[in-house]
């Protein structure tokens, strides 16, 4: 297994696991329920671990493919840039989301406070998902690009596809 390979396996969760986070820290706090907070918090941490792995794998995996046709070097920097932006934050909420979970444990008077900490990081990695998400795809999926252009090739397969399928 090489470092692309590992890069696609890993670079999921934080994505993931930060929307599903974020989704049940809101229940949580909605309802002032410290068990679905606490299970938020330890999802930050975990998304956040695995976004070390993800940035850890992505420069191998950048050499790897850098080189192919239609990747090139411009769109993985773009997506490097956007994925440093994104570990940052997601280091960040998974550090406050410890620091929440410790303080929610001990019962501090000010657990609240970093949960809205941890809240507001969490938001903020929220929208850096897509983008992080959105900006990987595009390297090895060409046809999710704002500026993707069919080839000949492509919709003559397509076509044959289609007549193959209605013969059937």
Known sequence: MNDAHLHMVVNHFPIIGTIF?????VTGMFMKNNALKNTAYVLFAVAAIFA?????TGEGAEELVE???????QIIHEHEEIAEKFAIIMYATGFFGLLSLFASYKKYRFASFF?????????VAGVLTKS???SGGEIRHTEIRTNF???????????????EKEKD
């Open 21 to 25: 986070g974020l989704g049940i820290l």
């Open 52 to 56: 070390a792995f993800s940035m850890g």
């Open 67 to 73: 080189d192919m046709p239609n990747i090139g070097h």
């Open 115 to 123: 949960s809205y900490i941890t809240l507001v990081l969490a938001l």
């Open 132 to 134: 992080v998400g959105t």
């Open 149 to 163: 252009i069919p080839t000949a090739g492509a919709e003559q397969n397509v076509s044959d596809e289609q007549g």
